[in-house]
């Protein structure tokens, strides 16, 4: 069985070793490394070659608080991250920067519950509405994209072959087509739902189908395709003639 790979970030030895230990007992996570401070965890994430899938950062430290961290870390990397505090802990309005809130005192059993749902979104206690479609709101990228700032993309769920995130960028991949979703905040689509399609891919990606984030989407031709027949990218009529305009300044209408 696969083991996902995790880090556990927080300044009080004995609640770092006890989470580790917790996380080894579901049988599904591995905790690589334990760093006292977050600058050292973000060092290790710059420098390691090694996938990481969840990051868990204590709220309060020393130094710098996780909130801040969370920042970083999402620059860095392309994983799950769980804030670990106290309940009496203030977020200070900034609970939607981690995906999700870890009591220190978590039971183990909250604790199984709390991975399964999170690496396997299939599962019946946490149940998503899967939408036909993911309207991406489109943002301009440069001056010259100014005029496209009042569309919508509209991407259907059935035509994606491959979705990949790196930091602050999801990759769509389709027929002949990449597109190349860039996060400006938290996600606000149901992006969740592409994990519970592609769950047999490399995805890994866990958004609260709840959350909702604006995003800007730069679509670009890839001569070669993608070697998945039978696929298609879908825009909206409302988003087609600004797309045949995109085109059409990159040289690609031809």
């Known amino acids: 069985m696969m083991r996902y790979l995790a880090i556990v970030v927080d300044d009080e030895p004995y609640a770092a070793s006890n989470l580790a230990h917790k996380l080894d007992l579901t049988g599904k ?5 334990k760093f006292d401070a977050a600058l050292d965890a973000i060092d290790y994430l710059d420098a390691t070659e090694q996938r990481i899938h969840f990051v868990f950062c204590d709220i309060v430290m020393e130094g710098m608080r996780g909130t801040d961290a969370v920042r970083l870390f999402r620059e860095r990397a392309d994983c799950v991250i769980l804030y670990t505090g106290k309940p009496e802990y203030s977020l200070d309005g900034e609970s939607h920067l981690a995906d999700a809130k870890l009591p220190k005192s978590v039971t183990q059993a909250e604790l199984n519950e709390t991975i399964e749902n999170l690496i396997n979104p299939r599962n019946p206690k946490a149940p998503v509405r899967i939408p036909t479609y993911i309207n991406i709101k489109a943002m301009p990228t440069t001056k010259e994209d100014i005029d496209h700032t009042d569309r919508d993309i509209r991407i259907a769920i059935a035509d994606l072959v491959y979705v990949q995130r790196k930091g602050n960028y999801v990759h769509v991949y389709t027929l002949n087509q990449q597109g190349q979703i860039v996060l ?4 606000k689509t149901s992006i969740a739902a592409l994990y519970r399609e592609y769950e047999s891919t ?11 984030v604006h995003v800007k989407f730069i679509m670009d031709h890839l001569k070669d395709g993608v070697t998945v027949p039978g696929w298609a990218f879908s825009i909206s009529a409302k988003g087609m003639p600004y797309y045949r305009r995109y085109l059409k300044r990159k040289g690609l209408d031809g």
């Open 202 to 212: 490399n995805l890994f990606l866990y958004v609260n189908a709840s959350q909702l």
């Open 29 to 33: 996570v591995q905790v690589v490394e």
């Open 184 to 187: 400006t905040g938290r996600l």
